[in-house]
């Protein structure tokens, strides 16, 4: 099984980054998918859920930011995050339903 996330980097407060993250080697369209972030010194936190049947779910603290969706035919989930806050900064972390995670992509928030 591989996950691997791609599309972090810096982002000025305010402005917009789409993570992207690919997955193989299981049957992805029967998986949950979640987008998990750990800032420095803190604990990894669930952001963002898109179950089999596309509903969504998300943090209190990126409600209404952050959009979670998925493509069942590329084997991918996205996460479009606008209105970004220096808090948003962290490692985001793709989840396949249960237990496969990729490395991790950094998104700095900062002007």
């Known amino acids: 099984v591989q996950v691997v996330e791609s599309g972090g980097g810096l982002a000025l407060p305010g402005g917009s980054l789409r993570l992207s993250c690919s997955v193989s080697?299981?049957?992805?369209?029967?998986?949950?998918m979640q987008w998990y972030r750990q800032a420095p010194g803190k604990e990894r936190e669930l952001v963002a859920t898109?179950?089999?049947?596309?509903?969504?779910r998300y943090a209190d603290s990126v409600k209404g930011r952050f959009t979670i969706s998925r493509d069942n035919f590329q084997n991918m989930v996205y996460l479009q995050m606008d209105s970004l806050k220096p808090e948003d900064t962290a490692v985001y972390y793709c989840?396949?339903?249960?237990?496969?995670w990729g490395q991790g992509t950094p998104v700095t928030v900062s002007a």
């Open positions: 989840h396949a339903s249960w237990g496969f």
């Open positions: 898109i179950t089999t049947a596309h509903i969504t």
């Open positions: 080697g299981l049957p992805f369209k029967d998986r949950a």
